[in-house]
C-alpha cells in the first residue's frame, strides 16, 4: 500500500521508523510500540538514506542530528498534547495531517477528550491496515480529507468537530514541505474555526535552513524523494500573530526542548545564517 502515498506522505513512514528506533533505546525519551508496525518496509530504508547523510563515515557531521531531532520534536509535541488535554475545558485535539502518529493509541486521555485525525484517505487506509486490531485510548475519529481541499473545514465538522469550542491543534512535518502561500492559507483556515483559547503547536525551520551549503546533504535527500522543503520563517511569533495566535518558539537545546539530547550549540536569535528549528506553541486570542 506504500505505493498509494505520496512523497511528502512517505515522510511519515521515515517518522515512524525514527520513532521505532528511539523506543529501542535504553536512553528513549518515549515509548512508541507501534511505531515499529507504522513504518512499513519502507521507513527503514527511508531512516538508512537520512543516516548516511546525516553520519558520513569519512567526515565530521555538518547536518543537525536527525534522530536527536526528532526524538524530542515528539516529546516535546507529547508534552504539549497531553497537557493541553488536563484542561476539562479543553475537549478537542486535532492533528492536521496525522501521518502514522499513534498518540490516539499508546498515550493516556482524560475522558472529555474528542481526538481527530486529519489526513489524506490512502494515509489513513495503510495506518488502519497496520493498526488493525489495536483500539484508540480515546473518542477518536478520522477525517479522510486532502488539507488543500477547499471543504476539509466541513469534512472535520461533520466528523463532530465544533469551530466554537476551544481546540487543540498540532501542525507537525508539515509547514516546511508546502509553499510559502499554503503556509499562510492553512494558518488562516486553522485559525478560522479555532475558538478563542484555543492552542496551537507546529514545528517550523529558518529560512536559512533552506539554502544554507552546509545543509545540503539533507535538503538533496528530501528533495531526491519528491518532497523539497519549500518554506521557512525567521519570525516565528510574527507568523502565527498574523492570524491571532500568541506563540513562543523554541529551538532544540534550550531549556524546554532539550531533555538531555541535543548534541548541538544553540545560537542566539538575533544570529545570522545558521540553520534552526522552531517548535512554535500558543494559544488564540
Known sequence: MTELLN??????????????A????????????????LCGDAGPELLAEVRAATFPPDRPRSLPSTPDYNAIRTRFFDDFLHGAAQDPEMTQIVLAPSGMDSRAYRMEWPDHIRYFEVDRPAVLEFKADRLRGVAPRVAHRSVAVDLTDDDW??????????PALPSTWLLEGLLYYI????????LERVAAVSAPGSLVAA?????AALTLPHMRGLLDVFAGWGCPWLFGSDEPEALFD???FDVTAVQ??????????WPDP???RDVKDVRRVFFVHGRRR
Open 242 to 244: 498574523r492570524y491571532g
Open 266 to 268: 544553540v545560537p542566539p
Open 153 to 162: 473545514e466541513s469534512r472535520l465538522v461533520d466528523s463532530g468537530y465544533d
Open 252 to 261: 532544540p537545546g534550550e531549556p524546554g526542548a532539550d531533555y538531555g539530547r
Open 7 to 20: 512523497p511528502v506522505e512517505r515522510t511519515a513512514l521515515l517518522t515512524a521508523a525514527l520513532r521505532s
Open 179 to 186: 509553499p510559502e502561500a499554503d503556509t499562510h492559507r492553512m
Open 203 to 207: 514545528d517550523l525551520v529558518n529560512e
Open 22 to 37: 528511539e523506543t529501542r533505546r535504553e536512553d528513549r525519551l518515549y515509548e512508541d510500540p507501534y511505531a515499529a508496525r
